[in-house]
C-alpha cells in the first residue's frame, strides 16, 4: 500500500526558478490538500481540492498554483520560487472535504530556495 | 474563527512513566479533534480521532485522548511510555461542518531511557 507518493523528495532551487511538486494517492480519496510545514508553525493550507474538477485556495495560498489532474493526482507548481518558500511540503488526501474521516499525509518534499 | 493551542513545546518522559500532550481547541460549534505524530524525515500519520460519542478515545500503539468540553481540551495520554514514542505530535480541530483542518505548532516528546 503506498498511500500518498510525494516526489521529489528533495530539490533546491535558485530565485526566480519553477517547481512543480507532484502528489499521487491510490485510496481512491475524493479530496486533497497541499500543506506547507514551517518550524514553530505547525501545518498551513496552501490549497485544496474537494474532488476532481475543483480547486480552493487554504491560508497561504499566495505564490502558488495548483492542479487536479485526476482523481488520483493532485499537482503544486511555484512559478517563481522565493526564499520565503523554503519549506517542507506535504500532499494529504482524503475520502471526503470536511468528513469525519482523517487525513493521509505523504513523506514531504524538502524544497530549499537560495 | 477555528484555532488550537498546544501550550508545550517540549515534554521530556522517562520510559515507562504515563505522559501527557496537552491540546486546546476554539470553535464556535463542535469540533472533530484529531492528533497526529510525526517521525523525523516522515509525514504524519493518524493516531486517533473524536467524532462524536465516548469521551474517552483510543487509538494507536497504546495512546488513547479525552475531549472535555467545559475545558475545551482534547489531551494526548499513554500509561507507559516507550523510547520510540518519541517524536512531534499534533494536535488539529475541524468545526463540524467546516472544510479545513487547523493544526497546533506541535509538541516535542522525548522519552528517556
Known amino acids: 500500500n503506498a498511500g500518498v507518493t510525494q516526489t521529489p523528495k528533495f530539490q533546491v532551487l535558485k530565485t526566480g526558478q519553477s517547481m512543480t511538486l507532484q502528489c499521487a494517492q491510490d485510496?481512491?480519496?475524493?479530496?486533497m490538500y497541499w500543506y506547507r510545514q514551517d518550524p514553530g508553525m505547525g501545518l498551513r493550507l496552501i490549497y485544496y481540492?474537494?474532488?476532481?474538477?475543483?480547486?480552493d485556495k487554504g491560508e497561504v495560498p499566495n505564490g502558488y498554483n495548483v492542479s487536479r489532474l485526476n482523481k488520483r493526482e493532485f499537482s503544486l507548481r511555484l512559478e517563481s520560487a522565493a526564499p520565503s518558500q523554503t519549506s517542507v511540503y506535504f500532499c494529504a488526501s482524503s475520502e471526503a472535504l470536511g468528513g469525519r474521516g482523517p487525513q493521509h499525509f505523504g513523506d514531504g518534499t524538502r524544497l530549499s530556495i537560495l | 474563527a477555528q484555532s488550537v493551542a498546544q501550550p508545550e513545546d517540549q515534554v521530556n518522559v522517562a520510559e515507562g512513566n504515563p505522559l501527557t500532550v496537552k491540546c486546546t481547541y476554539s470553535v464556535s460549534g463542535n469540533p472533530y479533534l484529531f492528533w497526529y505524530v510525526q517521525y523525523p524525515n516522515r509525514g504524519l500519520q493518524f493516531l486517533l480521532k473524536?467524532?462524536?460519542?465516548?469521551?474517552l478515545v483510543k487509538g494507536s500503539y497504546g495512546f488513547e485522548a479525552e475531549f472535555n468540553k467545559s475545558q475545551t481540551s482534547f489531551h494526548l495520554k499513554k500509561p507507559s511510555a516507550l523510547v520510540s514514542d518519541s517524536a512531534l505530535y499534533f494536535c488539529a480541530v475541524r468545526e463540524t461542518g467546516a472544510n479545513n483542518l487547523f493544526f497546533g505548532t506541535g509538541t516535542r516528546l522525548t522519552v528517556i531511557p
Open positions: 481540492s474537494a474532488s476532481e474538477g475543483t480547486t
Open positions: 485510496m481512491n480519496h475524493n479530496s
Open positions: 473524536y467524532i462524536t460519542g465516548d469521551n
